[in-house]
T-cell receptor, first 111, second 111 residues
Framework: SQTIHQWPATLVQPVGSPLSLECTVE??????LYWYRQAAGRGLQLLFY??????ISSEVPQNLSASRPQDRQFILSSKKLLLSDSGFYLC??????????FGDGTRLSIL | QKEVEQNSGPLSVPEGAIASLNCTYS??????FFWYRQYSGKSPELIMS????GDKEDGRFTAQLNKASQYVSLLIRDSQPSDSATYLC???????????FGTGTLLAVQP
């Protein structure tokens, strides 16, 4: 069966520091991968999605970037975090035509 | 007009009652419809998918889709306190793997 791993679960970072969140999927090949952010009391905002290695689509201009160095690995990065980057970051995967399944998420707090 | 609209709630129902959650959408080309449950502090969990007009039942859950009226609903029979969560409606268009999420309805089942 397919599983998705996301880490770390929680992260506290100072303003201006870099960020790297990692997501890996097991049990499937060539998944579609997604990064979302959910601010407190808000809906899910799609940040990036990828349909293959090295293929990244950005949904919202922002302080973040994403990379997909391997088929089942998706990384969310920032060079300098802003206070507004705080939130709950969720990675998800799907295969074409199928629903998305989410990892456990990373709760990011910026101080 | 938002692409996917849900009443934010809270929707409060007594234990054992039927909870009815509604969602409307704007894109007539939408092909796939999903309901996710999100407990506080946790990631969304897929509970129902529906692709054609009519009802789809799975245990205590029934999803209803009416493409002509552009709405999808979720009924929860015999509601339990453990059903208390935010329910997210998500819609997928025909030519994309992306989901558009509503902001969710908070359901509170009173014991």
């Amino acid at each position: 069966s397919q599983t998705i791993h996301q880490w770390p679960a929680t992260l506290v970072q100072p303003v201006g520091s870099p960020l790297s969140l990692e997501c890996t999927v097991e049990g499937t090949s060539n998944p579609n991968l997604y990064w979302y952010r959910q601010a407190a009391g808000r809906g899910l905002q799609l940040l990036f999605y990828s349909v293959g290695i090295g293929q990244i689509s950005s949904e919202v201009p922002q302080n973040l970037s994403a990379s997909r160095p391997q088929d089942r690995q998706f990384i969310l990065s920032s060079k300098k975090l802003l206070l507004s980057d705080s939130g709950f970051y969720l990675c998800a995967w799907s295969t074409t035509g199928q629903p998305q399944h989410f990892g456990d998420g990373t709760r990011l707090s910026i101080l | 007009q938002k692409e996917v609209e849900q009443n934010s709630g809270p929707l409060s129902v007594p234990e054992g009652a039927i909870a009815s959650l509604n969602c409307t959408y704007s894109d007539r080309g939408s092909q796939s419809f999903f309901w996710y449950r999100q407990y506080s502090g946790k990631s969304p969990e897929l509970i129902m998918s529906i692709y054609s007009n009519g009802d789809k039942e799975d245990g205590r859950f029934t999803a209803q889709l009416n493409k002509a009226s552009q709405y999808v609903s979720l009924l929860i029979r015999d509601s339990q306190p453990s059903d208390s969560a935010t329910y997210l409606c998500a819609i997928k268009g025909g030519a994309t793997n992306k989901l558009i999420f509503g902001t969710g309805t908070l359901l509170a089942v009173q014991p």
